[in-house]
């Protein structure tokens, strides 16, 4: 079974690795072109955008995959399918059209009075993406990987060119530079995002040739129900995620406040390489865990994937946080002085990857409603901790709180599920590569400050995440030659 879920993973991953390091590469681009406020504004805005998709998919994804894994026939797979999608459609059009009415309003409350055009931009790429949402849900959980791989890996070339074309290639085009001012500045990234995301919403069309959204009332009502908790909790969820920009953009200084939330959101992108194997793990793990699996397979793969996942996650770790600061060199110099809270931020995407595992036990069950209690126990801290932290610790108090959220939200995740659905997780040996983890970056810091030239930390760095990885697969008896070809089957 974990064989399957490593190739689902493997395959999904392709696009999730290229379509990120491109977005990655821009972000990394924004920083060497754009001032330090002026990322503040791009860290804003991409912020409340996936709440607003939370919003209006309203946990209908996952209650997509519920539902129609459990469908006996077609026409009720279709039906849905068209359901599921007719709804998340309905919000996403209301949406953008209240958006539209009030943008000015919305713009000053936002302090972007100068640029309201920059809140339209953002309600238009919500409403394309959260339309494509169900579709793309659809692909997934019918294993069309090669369409959705393509869909994904397009749309973000498109905004990676237009974005360099906006900021690189219209500026040294004489004419046309007075009538695309630089002065609009972050707001070509938000042009070249809702291009793209139309062009997306285009390429899916042969996956939805011969549907139709409606709304089946009684239909809607039912995966409503089982979706409801999951969007409380997802609300939740993402605010725990992205509320700390607001909070650092708020609760600090007018004439710092911008300058940080840049630093802190370039630093936190570097952070997210981590969750590009989370992310992929997440794409193929809730179809493939949501599916029609006896009780005891459910157990026995949930608790095998979970230690898996922490293996990866720490190698990761190691590597990221050992060599931080050749990543930092991906920054513009007035970004790379927050890169000391680079391990912090990792630590918090390791766990967050965990909650993921241990919330497959009440999605499979239909026990939603403790998704609320574990993700609303993480909002209240957060909040707590950031108001406490953040105007005297400035973006260093932000990845803290994050931290101690997530950590919180593990204990709160496995305290349910070790209740009312015990799975036997293999914590003693989890903690054992944790204790190893810490240790070995511990061995990696000092060498920085032992060995007399850098290029030698480097090579000692390499020897410790070696050690790591032979040690992890020694003791679970992985040989390499064995999953390389099935990973390349």
Request: charged fraction near 15%; glycine fraction near 8%.
């Amino acid at each position: 079974m974990l064989q399957k879920l490593a190739g689902q993973t493997a395959i999904y991953g392709v696009s999730t690795i290229v379509s990120r390091l491109l977005s990655y590469a821009l972000a990394f681009y924004f920083t060497h072109v754009m001032t330090t406020a002026e990322y503040g504004v791009i860290t804003d805005l991409y912020a409340l955008i996936p709440l607003l998709l939370v919003l209006l998919t309203m946990g209908m994804e996952v209650g997509y995959f519920r539902f129609a894994g459990q469908a006996q026939t077609e026409a009720e797979k279709r039906d849905i399918f068209q359901t599921t999608w007719g709804a998340v459609s309905l919000a996403a059009g209301l949406f953008f059209i209240g958006v539209a009415l009030f943008h000015r309003p919305l713009a000053r409350v936002m302090e972007y009075d100068d640029f309201p055009s920059y809140v339209l931009l953002m309600a238009a790429i919500v409403a394309i993406d959260a339309a494509t949402a169900i579709p793309f849900a659809r692909l997934r959980q019918e294993g069309k990987a090669a369409h959705y791989v393509v869909a994904r890996i397009t749309s973000v070339v498109i905004t990676v060119l237009l974005t360099v074309f906006f900021f690189s290639v219209v500026p040294h085009l004489g004419g046309l530079s007075e009538i695309i001012p630089a002065a609009y500045g972050p707001g070509y990234y938000l042009l070249a995002n809702l291009i793209a995301s139309a062009a997306m919403f285009f390429l899916l069309r042969p996956a939805i040739r011969g549907y139709v959204p409606k709304i089946d009332k009684p239909l809607v009502r039912i995966i409503f129900l089982y979706s409801l908790p999951l969007l409380v909790s997802g609300i939740a969820g993402v605010a725990n995620e992205f509320i700390d920009r607001q909070f650092i953009k708020y609760l600090l200084p007018p004439d710092l406040a911008l300058s940080s939330l840049g630093i802190y959101g370039a630093v936190t992108k570097i952070g997210v390489i981590l969750l590009l194997f989370v992310q992929m793990y997440r794409i193929a793990a809730e179809p493939f865990f949501l599916s029609g699996f006896k009780h005891e397979e459910f157990v026995q793969a949930n608790a095998e994937a979970m230690k898996f996942f922490f293996i990866v996650s720490i190698t990761l770790f190691l590597g990221i946080a050992l060599f931080y600061d050749l990543f930092g060199l991906l920054l513009g110099a007035d970004f790379r002085q927050g890169m000391y809270i680079l391990p912090i931020v990792l630590l918090a995407n390791i766990f967050s990857g965990a909650i993921l595992n241990l919330s497959f036990w009440y999605k499979k069950s239909g026990k939603t409603q403790f998704a609320i209690v574990v993700t609303g126990t993480g909002l209240l801290i957060t909040v707590m901790l950031n108001l406490i932290f953040i105007p005297r610790m400035g973006y260093v108090g932000a990845a803290w709180a994050r931290l101690i959220c997530e950590a919180a939200m593990v204990a709160v995740s496995y305290a349910l599920c070790r209740h009312f659905f015990p799975i036997p997780y293999d914590w003693r040996r989890i903690g054992g590569y944790f204790l190893l983890g810490a240790v070995l970056y511990g061995a990696g810091v000092a060498a920085r400050e032992w060995l007399p030239h850098l290029a030698l930390a480097y090579v000692a760095n390499l020897g410790l995440i070696a050690i790591f990885v032979g040690y992890a697969a020694k003791r679970e008896g992985i040989a390499p030659r064995k999953y390389f070809k099935k990973f390349r089957r």
